[in-house]
Nanobody
Framework: QVQLVESGGGLVQAGGSLRLSCVVSGRTFSSMNTLGWFRQAPGKEREFVARHNWSGGSIYYAEFVKGRFTISRDNAKNTVYLQMNSLKPEDTAVYYC?????????WGQGTQVTVSS
């Protein structure tokens, strides 16, 4: 059974930083070609944040996080990270990790990020 477990969320002041981690188990991590992060704010739909494609090394970001967030993966630790800098109150949301082969097959339970002004 594939499991994704996020951690690293919390309360931070505007301008601060957080690093989210997502440990993947139950499937060979290197087979997870697609790794990504989404977020969902209260009353809003879940939205794309970042994506890392292992084949070709392509990385994609939503416009609103470009230059502030960085996605990375560590195959030795079966972990995908989201480094978030220069956080804004509008970044407040539950952040979800997702993984899969060609698509987002598996999802974590989410970790809360709250940015105070």
């Amino acid at each position: 059974q594939v499991q994704l477990v996020e951690s690293g969320g919390g309360l931070v002041q505007a301008g601060g930083s957080l690093r989210l981690s997502c440990v993947v188990s139950g499937r060979t991590f290197s087979s997870m070609n697609t790794l990504g992060w989404f977020r969902q704010a209260p009353g809003k739909e879940r939205e794309f944040v970042a994506r890392h494609n292992w084949s070709g090394g392509s990385i994609y970001y939503a416009e609103f996080v470009k230059g502030r967030f960085t996605i990375s993966r560590d195959n030795a630790k079966n972990t995908v990270y989201l480094q978030m800098n220069s956080l804004k109150p509008e970044d407040t949301a539950v952040y979800y990790c997702t993984a899969g082969g060609l698509t987002y097959e598996y999802w974590g339970q989410g970790t809360q990020v709250t940015v105070s002004s």
